[in-house]
């Protein structure tokens, strides 16, 4: 089985979100277990040269994009196992970070018709292109369009995850009608039309032969219209097409026993995790104190995040027996008052807002509960990042969240973590009280929670199971 994976950024050249952990991760995976995948991505200025030195040219040919023509080269290289190939054109990925250009309809059309005619270059000829998310949702398109009638494309299928439903590549038709060649039967409201506009993930979600997203619970939200972002109705209509597979982590890369950032390495003893605490809270300015409960938020500072539940309880929070450290950048709003409160409570809050992986993963090691009390959350990796830190979820129940945390339940003794259902301050408030409970005054439920969390694993070998399953399905 052959299989093409067509994203936007992986690690550990290029990343902007989790997008990038599934993509460096998941093929990986399915190589192991005996796939044969490939990658493609955009060569973007930003990859480090240490890998750009040793990538060797495969193939070069020039690009039709509406009345333009534009060079593409492929470059290859091996990582881990697997090949990974980058489009290379100057004019489009010779920019400093991925994404937020105004040309962003003719950079990722050029990148999605420059896939499909590399692949007569390269010694690979796919079962399955695996498109992810809108910047290579217009391939199912074009290749219906364009290229089904010949016989090197006739037989390939396509499969499109969506990471997140609320970006969709909306562009102006004449614009997308001028780069990509299509008559205007794919422009109606059945087709790529969206507010007025055409998208490029209304496309793949029409033309793909399988779609799929990143967990089982949010592939049934986005058919409602709270959840659906306006494309409800056409997920409901392609439902049979469609399914979950939540996502996982890189057991090797997030590794508490062998994670170099990590002052004192550990699998389950708390002990040695709360050395890490310890150390956190000298190199933070915190109380050093090992038995007042830290709580961590490591996420983007917006909105969808549960920020406005985190800001309206920031009184109620400080007055807890507890530590709090949050890592992120975000919306300005947000990231003022975490400074200003961190400020004015430096016994409390630790408000780091920037983006630093090493001190990210100490905090996780430090941490006693992780806190993603979303609006709205495809899968998360955060969350999983958690458990694997052994550092206890509070979560709203949403999507993958509600797919990977179960609830505590002192009457069973079952549950990895704590969750609320409704999004609403006050319910997150209890739920945040209750966990202090278990943690302050009944260490036998502290540490069954413990004792359930080792077992559990989110590692990526029972979903790369899932999606090979997908792709047998698709192709008998």
């Known amino acids: 089985m052959k299989i093409l994976f067509v994203a936007s950024e992986a690690v550990p050249f290029v990343k902007s979100g989790g997008l990038a952990d599934v993509i460096g991760s998941l093929p990986k995976e399915l190589k192991h277990q005996g796939v044969d995948v490939r990658v493609i991505l955009p060569k973007y200025e930003d ?67 420059g896939v499909i005619e590399a692949l007569p270059y390269l010694d690979f000829q796919p079962d399955i292109i695996h498109c992810h998310d809108w910047q290579s949702a217009m391939i199912p398109v074009l290749l219906k369009a364009h290229y089904s009638h010949l016989s090197f494309f006739a037989s390939i299928k396509t499969v499109l995850t969506i990471h997140n439903l609320k970006y969709q590549g909306v562009f102006g038709r004449p614009l997308l009608q001028d780069l990509l060649g299509l008559s205007d039967d794919y422009f109606s409201g059945t087709a790529l039309e ?4 055409a998208s490029f993930l209304k496309g793949g979600l029409q033309f793909a032969d399988r779609i799929t997203t990143v967990s089982q619970t949010y592939a049934e939200e986005i058919k409602t219209p709270y959840y659906g972002e306006n494309l409800d109705s056409l997920l409901r209509y392609r439902s049979e097409s469609l399914s979950g597979i939540v996502n996982g982590i890189d057991y090797e890369s997030y590794d508490p026993m062998n994670d170099p950032h990590l002052v004192a390495p550990y699998r389950d003893s708390l002990s040695k995790k709360q050395l890490n605490k310890l150390a956190l809270q000298e190199r933070l300015g915190l109380p050093i104190d090992g038995a007042v409960p830290m709580f961590v938020l490591v996420t983007r500072l917006v909105e969808q995040k549960g920020l406005d539940l985190i800001a309206y309880l920031l009184p109620e929070l400080l007055s807890l027996n507890a530590q709090w450290v ?50 709205f959350e495809p899968c998360g990796i955060g969350q999983l990042i958690a458990l694997r830190y052994r550092s206890i979820p509070i979560v709203r129940e949403t999507g993958g969240l509600k797919d990977t945390v179960q609830s505590y339940n002192e009457d069973t003794g079952q549950g990895t973590g704590f969750s609320f259902s409704n999004y609403n301050a006050h319910d997150l408030l209890y739920t945040i009280r209750r966990a202090l409970h278990f943690y302050s005054d009944d260490p036998d439920a502290w540490k069954k929670i413990h004792q359930n969390v080792k077992k559990s694993d989110f590692s990526w070998k029972k979903s790369a199971q899932q999606y090979i399953a997908l792709y047998k399905n698709e192709l008998n």
């Open 326 to 375: 949050v890592l992120g950048t975000g919306e300005y709003g947000y990231e003022q008052l975490l400074r200003d409160t961190a400020y004015t409570h430096p016994d409390k809050l630790s408000a780091q807002i920037t983006f630093d992986d090493g001190l990210a993963r100490q905090i996780y090691a430090a941490s006693d509960f992780f806190l993603m009390p979303s609006q």
């Open 194 to 197: 969206l507010h007025g506009g």
């Open 47 to 113: 990859i480090p040269h240490t890998y750009k030195e040793n990538m060797k040219t495969a193939a070069s040919f020039d690009v039709h994009l509406g009345w333009r023509k534009h060079y593409m080269g492929i470059q290859m290289l091996q990582h881990e196992g697997v090949t990974f190939y980058f489009a290379d054109n100057e004019f489009y990925f010779k920019r400093k970070g991925l994404y937020g250009y105004g040309d962003e309809a003719e950079r990722f059309a050029f990148f999605c018709r």
